[in-house]
């Protein structure tokens, strides 16, 4: 997969298309919610496989921390380490930009997955748009 930091809108619309397949279509969050007030101030990256756009998510800097927001694959390209791969390249953009710790919210069925990649549990199970989260915080 080539991951890239969003430049166009034409590629954050393809961004945000696989966004909507993930979290509306597929886990039913609201796209009122999905799409919010803080898409202008994040950096935005999508991940292609053969030109065609498969994965995408969003990095803020909030305090301390690079937190990395909206992560997704399409279905159909899970468990090939397409997940790591997006990963890595917001945590190279963490740490080109001076921040030195990362955080997220991962849904708790992706809880394994990130503590794979070096990130630790820091709360309890809360929901975000319905769906059971924690939060996870990883030193750069």
Known sequence: MI????????????????RMEVFVLEQKVSEDIEIDELEEEATHF???????????????FVEEYGKLERICILKDYR???HGKELIEAMEATIS???????KLNAQTHAEGFYQKLGYTTVSGEFLDAGIPHVTMIKEL
């Not at 930091?5 to 298309?17: G, P, R, T």
């Not at 999508?46 to 065609?52: F, L, P, R, S, V």
Request: charged fraction near 30%; charge should be positive; proline fraction near 2%.
């Open 46 to 60: 999508i991940g292609y496989e053969d030109m065609t756009p498969i994965a995408a998510s969003r990095l803020r």
């Open 96 to 102: 080109a930009k001076g921040y030195k710790k990362a």
């Open 3 to 18: 991951v890239r930091v969003i430049e166009s809108d034409n590629e954050l619309q393809q961004a945000f298309n696989v």
């Open 79 to 81: 468990g090939k380490s």
